[in-house]
């Protein structure tokens, strides 16, 4: 499992680590752990011009140290100071030593500054940190449009990104690489900020962090592996669970194929399809175990999941709703289900809405939950006491309390028109099988995501092609 942890349990661990040990440490360590990356970026350091960008606290302080480190072994290091009083004293004085120059960068009038950033061929992104509030302001921002061709590498976060959630108000560096000490940064794994980060290299400046203090956390492979539910030598169909279907109308019957295409390759041992689609999915997969009915009279399952293509149809909706099994909410579904109905529910719930979907939940609009999908994904676990999955560049699991994990795999070429739909009869299948809501919902977007790799491979791809890959995906965290 990977974790994230937010700044202020970061800066628990700094100052414990700080008491611990000898004066500057964690400083000297940050910074020697950046050089050697930018030596790697460079290949050659001897000759190669590197810019810093430097701001007034600890995250500059880290640039310059790094700086000497590079012009120690030849490289022509330029500092250019964002807030020339208040810059770190230590690493200026060892910057200076080693024979980098140092540029005022908030004068305007001889350009130097911008000249030094255009002619790097890599740039330092130290103007600020965790300690960071908002977005650039207009002068960083200016003088970061200069980097062109430079590969530019960000001090433990890009500047302008939010540690905490991800949130980018205003202009951020988009780095190329990021250099993040002692710990991932939720900011660092959730779009937007994700995307301006780069490759993401987690260096270990000794820090102790509390896993149970963690604020996000991602599944792995092995995590993943574990969590599969694999059929033992007593299993039988009934045993491995059944999962019900209610999607589709008559209007759209595509929406119950691609659901039930989905929950045939999540390890239930049976997918029973309840409605108006029956001929078209069993004309597709036969099988499924169809029936035209409510859902209630279609014969046991262990969990629902209901809403794709749904329509206007509640008394299905409601009809699920009752039943004291787990049950996935997805589209049509979520926008028919009333909250107190959901936080009503004894079995678990979990929801799974795609940014507009959880927009209109939230009463807000789409651009808000896109930007703020931390705070977004936790609220409407909270308000409907629920296990909610929000869906698209970053996918979210959150629980009404705890650590949000954030979906490692995907790509955007999911975006295509059903791959939700596949991904909730996935989802259904997993909490059928007897996992956990938060678990079915995380484990079901991770093999989703890998399925979608497999299958597009650089080229389009359609629903159906991603549910078809699901059983490589599956191979791939058992392998
Ligand atoms: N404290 C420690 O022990 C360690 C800290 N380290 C570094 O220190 C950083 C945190 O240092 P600080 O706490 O000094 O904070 P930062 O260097 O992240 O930034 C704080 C400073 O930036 C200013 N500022 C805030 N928002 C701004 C904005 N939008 N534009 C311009 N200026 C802005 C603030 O007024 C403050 O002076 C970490 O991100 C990491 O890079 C590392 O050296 C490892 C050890
Ligand atoms: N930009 C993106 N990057 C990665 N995954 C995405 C992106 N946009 C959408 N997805 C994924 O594609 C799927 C689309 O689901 P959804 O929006 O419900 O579509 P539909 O209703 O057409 O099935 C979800 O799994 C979502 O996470
Ligand atoms: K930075």
Redesign the pocket.
Known sequence: MRSAFGVAEVRAAERAAMARGPEGALMRRAAAALAAECARLLGRVYGSRVTLLVGSGDNGGDALYAGARLARRGAGVTAVLLAPDRAHPGGLAALRAAGGRVVDGVDERDGRAEDAVAGARLVVDGIVGIGGRGGLRERAAHLVAAARTATVVAVDLPSGVDADTGEVRGEAVRADVTVTFGAYKPGLLVDPGRAYAGAVRLVDIGLDLPPERRALEALQYADVARLLPVPAGESDKYRRGVVGVVAGSARYPG?AV?CVAGALHGGAGAVRYAGPAADAVIARFPEALVSAGPPSKAGRVQAWAVG?GLGDDEDRLLDVLDADVPVLI??DGLRLADERRVRARRAPTLL??????AAALLGVDRARVESARLAAVRELAARYDATVLL?????LVADAEGPVRV?PT???????????????GLAGSLLAAGLAARDAGSVA?YL??LA?RHAADGAPVA?QDVAEAVPAAWRDVRG
């Open positions: 929406a691609l794709p997805d589209a799974t809405p795609h940014a507009g979907e869906k698209g560049s970053t996918t979906n995907g790509t955007a070429w999911l975006a295509t028109a059903g791959s939700g739909d596949v991904l909730s977007a989703h995501g979608a629903a």
